[in-house]
């Protein structure tokens, strides 16, 4: 039980910070925060995703880009253009690592006003820190695995960020329901959607870019929005109008 607690708190606390910290306030800036708090996310960033790190400039890049360019070629991961997700996650990869060492810059309209903390995206991009953290996955596992198959989870937990960005891209532009004609193939996958905290409602996100809620209908939930209000009322972030 004690594996399953630990892959389960991995799984949601890399998951919240990527939708909350990476998606919905460095590359759409859903709400404000003072820098208390947004050093206090961007040390959690890097504790949740531990070796699976994902600097916030190169995501907000890439995901800018995806939403202007949305499963045409020139979207950075459009499932609609590779034969399989493992494609689509090296040409992401690439890509993502272009933008994160300054090899290519981005087009105007996808700079700034993205947060920045240079040291801890040097310790977080650090082959010393990914190891580190690889290391403690596979101690934990040593020291609390009760059965063979429980060692088959350690791949997750190293590549923790890009799996859910793979899932949410890969899934939510393929498999699904749609709300709303966006002129692109995003879908709603529900009941999968809680497992992603609300990032697998894609067509809803594409239609309103900027709400904070990816819910649209009465009868879809979307589970970090409550958190996020919870933090509004306790004046953490301040949620901006849609």
């Known amino acids: 039980m004690i594996i399953l607690y630990f892959f389960l708190a991995h799984w949601f606390l890399s998951l919240f910070s990527q939708t909350f910290f990476l998606h919905r306030y460095s590359s759409h800036k859903m709400f404000k925060m003072n820098k208390f708090w947004e050093r206090f996310f961007y040390l959690l960033l890097l504790l949740s995703q531990g070796s699976s790190f994902l600097n916030p400039r190169a995501y907000a890049i ?24 493992f494609g689509m996650m090296i040409a992401t990869k690439n ?6 060492l300054h090899k290519i810059e981005p087009e105007p309209a996808f700079r700034g006003n993205y947060p920045e903390w240079p040291i801890i995206d040097k310790i977080g991009d650090s082959w010393l820190w990914r190891l580190a953290c690889a290391a403690f996955y596979i101690w934990f596992y040593v020291t609390f695995a009760t059965q063979w198959w429980m060692f088959l989870l350690l791949p997750i937990h190293f590549l923790m960020g890009p799996l859910h960005g793979a899932i949410v891209n890969w899934c939510g532009h393929k ?12 879908k709603n996958s529900l009941p999968w959607d809680f497992l992603l905290m609300g990032e697998l409602f894609q067509n809803n996100h594409h239609k309103k870019p900027n709400s904070p809620n990816f819910a649209t209908k009465w009868w879809e939930f979307d589970p970090t929005y409550p958190l996020m209000k919870a933090m509004h009322w306790l004046r953490i972030i301040k949620i901006r109008k849609a």
């Open 62 to 85: 890439l995901h800018r880009m995806h939403h202007a360019y949305s499963d045409t070629v020139k979207d950075p991961h459009s499932p609609h253009f590779f034969k399989d997700v």
């Open 95 to 100: 890509m993502y690592l272009a933008y994160l």
């Open 175 to 186: 498999y699904g329901y749609s709300n709303h004609d966006n002129d692109d193939h995003s």
